[in-house]
């Protein structure tokens, strides 16, 4: 029998091989015994322990998820253990034991009397539903007692298929033993698609019910690169994809054939992410979000905290250039301690420099004292410093003055601040038109592809309704980031990419052609994307920038990459 | 018993992060804290030391709320649970 091939989206550039395993949380439990058979202390015992190791387990993988994955991922375990707290459920679960059911159907009926009651709720409570369920297959999980796979221990080159996965499943899986998953639901912007990415698995979800039709034990090829999910695959199929396994690691810098360099750099939300970013290959780090020192606390962060933090990532990469983007938040992120407005559209309103130089200007002073601080005493001169969501020269110039006045502030008190790299996102339209405005400010430009595509096409990057138009290979798309290069091309500034568009490696030799010469993405595409460089002939690139430039559409474009 | 009806500022209403803290707020006193939407009547209350029963309530920004507190810290649980429900979320 030939191979099937089922198409989903692919989530991570990793290809894996392995046996099938359906996990399956929501299977039904057995038929209960009579009320006359169940021991009622025994099943109240059980649950009370059930309840006590899911409470454990859960704050272990809180403390791994923060590490891992980061803190506004972990923080829905809080939740979980409200809820599997919480009196109302005990007291339904003793009330359905006294009743004569076993401990698993009382947590069962139990947690599905609110589940119910939730999901037939709006909006927010809906999502509470989905919580309940977790914490409900949780404790269903210990209670059945390995009659449900447990995902923590599956043998070694296990495929993981699912409806779904949710956080408290993905915390628990092992990227050592799983080969690879694949869920029937799920879109690249999924937890578990994120969780897949921070952990370098093999990932294809939104399979869609066609991923029902595989039975356990079969043999799969998860190809993260095409979306494709190959059941049963032929032999030429399988050693395609061990052999193409994962590009391999390298930490040298690579450049193309004719010699142009290319840097290979990471994108980190956290400082945890530091060093994984660098075991993967990170000639340093292209974009380094601030927010997540911000968020989630009731005061903002001093410059001796903030110091420590920025230190360590310099450290991390003493041969590298470490890029930290400036405080990037608005009115769609709480955040206690600063005044944010209500607005109509946040994503339009008063955000990122704009705030910087407005009502949070204490805030981006302490955080440039920190950043040159910390640049001053680690001495290895990596430091770049990026300006979010800039439309106008006004603000490059204001930006630029503050910095010179926190250099002078510094040095008078003894501080050997030097002058950083200075740069500024690119991720509006205005500030592709205007680089060639921006650049006798600035020493390097880098394009925020994920915020350029959005604004440039007016196409909301999760809504699967206008995906296509949100595609980066759309000529419009392509078009502003030419005018970037363009603006830049007979200058000292560098011109740099940190977006996922960076880390595609079907993109690179077009992004080369565009006159980019940093691209930085998630670590896991970092090895993908170096090898894919060196296999490079800068004149062909350049030669396909040029036909793709003057494509008419995206279908066009798309005919042009390999 | 003493009791107090008290308007919920928080725009969310009485979910996620505000409902989180009005029942670590009930649990922190020695009082057993029972709450329902206004003329709620008392067997229909429900307790304030659950976050299911809370959130299960779906009280929404503006409405009030009638809270029922019984035991020694039964006046202190409702003063401390009013200023929370009158504080705008952004304060919490």
Request: proline content about 5%; hydrophobic content about 45%.
């Amino acid at each position: 029998m030939s191979e099937r091939r089922l198409s989903g989206i692919d989530v991570t550039p990793l290809t894996g091989v392995g046996t099938a395993v359906w996990y399956r949380p929501d299977a039904d439990l057995p038929e209960p015994p009579a009320p006359a058979d169940v021991d009622g202390e025994a099943e109240l015992a059980a649950f009370e322990d059930a309840r006590d190791e899911a409470e454990a387990e859960l704050t272990a993988e809180r403390e791994r998820t923060a590490e891992r994955v980061g803190e506004d991922e972990a923080a829905v375990f809080d939740a979980h253990v409200q809820f599997l707290t919480d009196p109302q459920i005990a007291d339904g679960v003793t009330e359905r034991i006294d009743d004569g059911l076993p401990a698993a159907h009382a947590v069962e009926a139990t947690f599905d009397e609110f589940v119910e009651q939730f999901a037939g709720m709006d909006g927010k409570m809906a999502e509470r539903a989905d919580d309940l369920r977790d914490v409900r297959d949780r404790l269903l999980r210990l209670l059945t007692d390995g009659e449900r796979v447990d995902l923590s221990a599956l043998p070694e080159g296990s495929v993981v298929l699912a409806e779904r996965l949710t956080p408290s499943d993905t915390a628990q899986l092992d990227p050592e033993r799983v080969a690879g998953f694949a869920t029937v639901t799920g879109g690249r912007t999924s937890h578990a698609a994120i969780f897949a990415r921070s952990l370098a698995i093999p990932a294809v979800v939104g399979v869609g019910d066609a991923l029902t039709s595989v039975a356990d034990g079969e043999t799969v090829v998860i190809d993260g690169t095409t979306g494709d999910v190959v059941v049963d695959p032929d032999e030429d199929t399988v050693a395609a994809a061990s052999e193409g396994t994962e590009a391999r690691i390298r930490e040298d810098r690579v450049e193309t054939v004719n010699g142009r360099e290319i840097e290979v750099a990471a994108n980190v939300g956290t400082p945890a992410e530091l060093g994984p970013a660098a075991e993967r290959g990170a000639d340093g780090i292209g974009l380094f979000r601030t927010e997540f020192l911000f968020l989630d606390r009731d005061d903002a962060p001093d410059e001796a905290e903030q110091y420590e933090t920025y230190k360590r990532a310099i450290e991390t990469f003493p041969e590298g250039r470490v890029v930290v983007r400036t405080l990037d938040v608005g009115g769609d992120k709480p955040v206690p301690y600063l005044d944010l407005p209500e607005e109509e559209n946040p994503f339009l309103g008063e955000r990122g420099i704009r705030r910087s130089l407005g009502p949070d200007a204490d805030l981006f002073e302490t955080q440039l004292r920190a950043l040159l601080r910390a640049d001053a005493d680690t001495d290895v001169g990596g430091l770049a410093v990026m300006l979010p969501l800039v439309t106008t020269v006004e603000e490059v110039a204001a930006a630029e003055s503050v910095l010179d006045g926190v250099i002078t502030d510094l040095r008078s008190e003894g501080v050997e601040a030097e002058r950083p790299e200075f740069g500024v996102m690119i991720e509006t339209p205005a500030a592709a038109f205007m680089a060639d405005e921006f650049v006798t400010h600035v020493d390097f430009f880098s394009i925020g592809t994920n915020d350029l595509a959005q604004y440039v096409m007016a196409a909301e990057r999760g809504n699967d309704a206008v995906a296509d138009l949100g595609d980066f290979r759309q000529p419009a798309v392509l078009r502003a980031i030419d005018a970037t290069t363009s603006a830049a091309a007979d200058t000292d500034v560098w011109v740099g990419m940190c977006g996922e568009m960076a880390g595609d490696p079907e993109l690179t030799e077009l992004l080369v052609g565009l006159g980019l010469t940093e691209l930085s993405m998630s670590a896991v595409t970092v090895p993908a994307v170096k090898e894919r460089v060196s296999e490079i002939d800068t004149a062909a690139a350049t030669a396909l920038a040029e036909r793709a430039l003057a494509a008419a559409s995206r279908d066009e474009v798309t005919d042009l990459l390999p | 018993m003493p009791e107090r009806v008290v308007e919920v500022v928080p725009e969310e209403g009485l979910h996620a992060r505000p409902a989180s803290l009005f029942v670590e707020t009930a649990n922190e006193y020695d009082a057993e804290v029972s709450v329902g939407p206004e003329g709620t009547a008392d067997d229909d209350l429900v307790s304030a030391s659950s976050m299911l029963a809370v959130t299960g309530l779906g009280v929404a920004g503006g409405e009030k709320l009638r809270i029922v507190a019984e035991g020694a810290d039964a006046a202190a649980a409702l003063d401390a649970l009013e200023e929370l429900l009158s504080t705008p979320e952004d304060e919490l």
